[in-house]
Every structure is written in structure tokens, then in C-alpha cells.
């Protein structure tokens, strides 16, 4: 992943490591002199990779002196990944910046300061650091209303991303546009980098029946946007019924090759079970199986969304079958764990931790579905859609967007039976896409 010589975050291995003692006895002197000068100048280049310092919207408006925002009263969607390269809030940037007036706060799923558990609804209240209202978007309203945006000229949208269809900051952002169209609010987005890059599209579009909070829009699972690109989208694409007047205040140094480690920006937790990085590149390959409740997939561990386990799996098996299938960028490892919370709370749980060899060859969000394959053949009087809640099933339809995979994948336990379908419209989306990029 990334530049030569550089080492994946994910296994800790360096191609190029000096650390090889046994190559450097069978050197000579000069050529050890000059290997420890190749050495270096690799080193220097790894040294100068790490310092690429992303400018994000943030940090571009500050350049600017908030010129879109001057003299207008500015609403604020955010939570505690709306800061700049040093880490300072989004909010206290806007409520100390001259001739920017901060009115009012906007919270999506998990809050404004970021303290509210998935799922859990947020009631209205005052940001104590700054005395500004606070008005949720993730309660009994989802999309603000005309009394919340009473006094608005403006509302900013600053949340950084993890680029999977069915977090729910995108949805917020979508709404929110709706709404500042309805009430002829201008729209600013300060985008952030998308962690999984701007390359990476996976699995279909949402079919009409489907629409959530957490498949909002008709895009693919994993998108390959950034918030700014899908703005720019959800307008041109027609996608609200009236376009707002919209701003993308664009980062610099950002290009569609990296990940989110290329940046060199500092990662702040998007919600509690996405606590670094390279959480959110796991996110997409087993979120869809998570919905169900039956096997955990490291949510109530150290792990999560890295792995998966069940009381009834045999950790040495189960990795050895689905090693065996020779899935590209993957490989698998036994593991066996008693989780703090959640699914298997308290119990002994084997099964597979997942770690991202090649980050660029790995299809992410078709991991989970092997899994269910491979646990079906080995376990089949435990197969998961004959023994998960079926309070869970509707869920999983919509997080995947279709019924489809559900009511096909069901009948034989095969990717096979649903793979044309998931791929079927990436390539369309890549195409169209295109033309909203902001970025190289």
C-alpha cells in the first residue's frame, strides 16, 4: 500500500527492510558503503512521503480569510472530525473567526462532540464550549427544519467521511442540502480526503423499495468520492429535487490514489468503533454481515470489523477454507477471543481475523460474503439467514440495498449466485462519476 518501501500499517511488513543482517555479511566494503547510501536516500524518500501535508477545507478556508463566509451567519454540521491539520475544532475555528457570526450547531449520528453510541437519539441542547445551539439531525428530525435554520445564511458541512454507502454522515449532508434548498440557504462543504481513496467502487446501485438513512442515495456500497465529488453529484445527478446554491472548498495535495496514511493528516475516531484509519478500509467488508446479529465481527472487541468469530466455528478450519479460495489482497487468521460486549459478549468465540495484504487488488465489501459461504459448507446446520433474528433481515436489505442478495444468496450460500449482480454497476458508476472529480 502506497509508495515503496513503505511499510503496510496493516501486517507491519517492510519489503526493503535494513534489518536483514544476512545480505549485509555477504557484502564487501564498498559495497556496503554503497548500499547504506541507497539505503538512506529510500529512507529519505519514505521521510519526505510522510510529510505530503493534505490541505483540507478547513485549512483552505482559513487561507482565505473565511471569504465565502464573511458577514453572513453561519450553521454548522459537524462533529469531532471537523478540525484542521493541528487538530483544532471546526467550531471554535468558526465562533473565533472575524466577521464569521457561528448561530448554530448542527449534530449528526453520534453527536457533535461525538458521545452519543450508535443508533442512540439526540435531543437539542447548548454547546458548552461555545454557548452556540446545538440542534440534532439524528432524532425525531433528520433533515433541519425552517424553525432550525431560523437566522441561517449559510450552512457548512464539515464530517469526515469513511466512503461506505451506509455510514450515515452522507445521508446528513444529503438532507441538509435538501433543506437548504427549501429554505434558499447557500450550502458550503469543506471537504476531507476519503479514506479508502478515490479509485475504489464496489457492489450495486439502491433499487427503488430500499432507500434509507442508511442507503440514501443511489450510488455503489463503496463509492470512490469524496464529500465534495458526491455534492457536486447529488446537483447534477438531479438527485434532490431542487439544487441549492453549493460551494466545495477543495483540498489541496489530495489525489485519488491515497489512502487515508498518504495524507499525512491526523486520524480523529469517526465514531467509537472506527478508532483509526485503517478501520474504516474494514468497515465495508463486514458491515453488511454485522447487521444480523449472528457472528461477531469485532465489535465489542479490540477489532472491529476486522474479523469474524462464532461459539461454533473451529478457528484452524475455518481460516485454512477460506485461505484456500485465494481471494485477492486477503489473507486469513485463526483467532480465538471472548468479546467485552455485544455479539458473544462474555463467551469463547473462534474464527478469522482479516488482514489487507493488497489494499488495491482487495475487494472489500465481497469479503463477507465468502465468509458466509465458507461457514455454510463447514458448519451447514448453521447457516446464517436460518438462524439470525429475523427482526435483523430487513436491515441487512436495506444497508444492502436490494432484497437480492438476501433472497438469492440464500438459496445455495454461493457468492457465485449474486457476484454479477453486485458488480453490475460499477463500471456504469465509475463512468459517470468522472465527471464530478475534483481531484486528479
Given at each position: 500500500m502506497g509508495k515503496m518501501n513503505k511499510p503496510d500499517i496493516l501486517t507491519g511488513k517492510?519489503?526493503?527492510?535494513?534489518?536483514?543482517?544476512?545480505?549485509?555479511?555477504?557484502?564487501?566494503k564498498l559495497q556496503l558503503v554503497?548500499?547504506?547510501i541507497i539505503c538512506g536516500l529510500i529512507i529519505s524518500l519514505h521521510s519526505s512521503a510522510q510529510t505530503i501535508r493534505v490541505k483540507t477545507g478547513i485549512e483552505v478556508l482559513k487561507e482565505s480569510n473565511f471569504k465565502i463566509l464573511q458577514g453572513k451567519r453561519v450553521g454548522l454540521i459537524t462533529n469531532p472530525t471537523g478540525v484542521d491539520n493541528n487538530l483544532k475544532s471546526t467550531i471554535d475555528i468558526l465562533h473565533e473567526a472575524s466577521g464569521v457570526q457561528l448561530v448554530a450547531l448542527y449534530g449528526p449520528e453520534h453527536g457533535v462532540r461525538g458521545d452519543v453510541y450508535a443508533g442512540d437519539k439526540i435531543s437539542d441542547f447548548r454547546d458548552t464550549n461555545t454557548g452556540v445551539p446545538v440542534f440534532s439531525l439524528y432524532g425525531a428530525t433528520r433533515k433541519p427544519t425552517t424553525e432550525m435554520l431560523q437566522g441561517v445564511d449559510v450552512l457548512v458541512y464539515d464530517i469526515q467521511d469513511i466512503g461506505c454507502?451506509?455510514?450515515?454522515?452522507?445521508?446528513?449532508?444529503?438532507?441538509?442540502?435538501?433543506?437548504?434548498?427549501?429554505?434558499?440557504i447557500e450550502f458550503v462543504v469543506l471537504d476531507r480526503p476519503n479514506p479508502l481513496g478515490g479509485l475504489k467502487v464496489e457492489g450495486n446501485l439502491v433499487e427503488e423499495g430500499f432507500f434509507s438513512f442508511v442507503s440514501q442515495l443511489k450510488i455503489p456500497y463503496v463509492y470512490g468520492l469524496t464529500c465534495g465529488e458526491l455534492a457536486d453529484m447529488i446537483?447534477?445527478?438531479?438527485?434532490?429535487?431542487?439544487?441549492?446554491?453549493?460551494?466545495?472548498?477543495?483540498?489541496?495535495?489530495?489525489?485519488?490514489?491515497?489512502?487515508?496514511e498518504d495524507t499525512a493528516l491526523p486520524w480523529v475516531p469517526t465514531s467509537p468503533h472506527i478508532p483509526f484509519a485503517h478501520s474504516a478500509y474494514f468497515y465495508p467488508v463486514s458491515g453488511i454481515l454485522g447487521e444480523l446479529g449472528y457472528m461477531s465481527?469485532?465489535?465489542?472487541?479490540?477489532?472491529?470489523?476486522?474479523m469474524i468469530a462464532a461459539e461454533w466455528i473451529m478457528a484452524e478450519d475455518f481460516s485454512a477454507a477460506l485461505n484456500a479460495k485465494q481471494l485477492p489482497g486477503i489473507t486469513f487468521r485463526p483467532i480465538h477471543l471472548k468479546p467485552y460486549y455485544s455479539v458473544g459478549q462474555g463467551k469463547n468465540l473462534q474464527g478469522v481475523q482479516i488482514y489487507l495484504t493488497d489494499?488495491?487488488?482487495?475487494?472489500?465489501?465481497?469479503?463477507?460474503?465468502?465468509?458466509?459461504?465458507v461457514a455454510a459448507q463447514l458448519y451447514p446446520d448453521k447457516k446464517v439467514f436460518d438462524h439470525a433474528p429475523e427482526d435483523r433481515f430487513d436491515m441487512f436489505n436495506k444497508v444492502s440495498g436490494s432484497d437480492f442478495i438476501k433472497r438469492e444468496f440464500s438459496k445455495n450460500y454461493s457468492f457465485a449466485d449474486i457476484q454479477n449482480y453486485w458488480r453490475k454497476d460499477v463500471e456504469s458508476f465509475r463512468k459517470l462519476s468522472k465527471k464530478y472529480y475534483l481531484y486528479k
Open positions: 517492510n519489503k526493503y527492510s535494513t534489518t536483514d543482517k544476512p545480505v549485509f555479511r555477504k557484502l564487501g554503497s548500499a547504506f454507502r451506509s455510514y450515515t454522515y452522507i445521508s446528513t449532508m444529503y438532507l441538509a442540502m435538501q433543506a437548504a434548498a427549501e429554505n434558499d446537483i447534477g445527478e438531479r438527485m434532490i429535487p431542487k439544487p441549492c446554491k453549493l460551494t466545495v472548498v477543495k483540498m489541496k495535495k489530495w489525489r485519488r490514489k491515497m489512502n487515508f465481527i469485532g465489535v465489542g472487541y479490540t477489532l472491529p470489523f476486522e489494499f488495491q487488488k482487495a475487494q472489500l465489501s465481497e469479503i463477507q460474503f465468502h465468509v458466509m459461504e
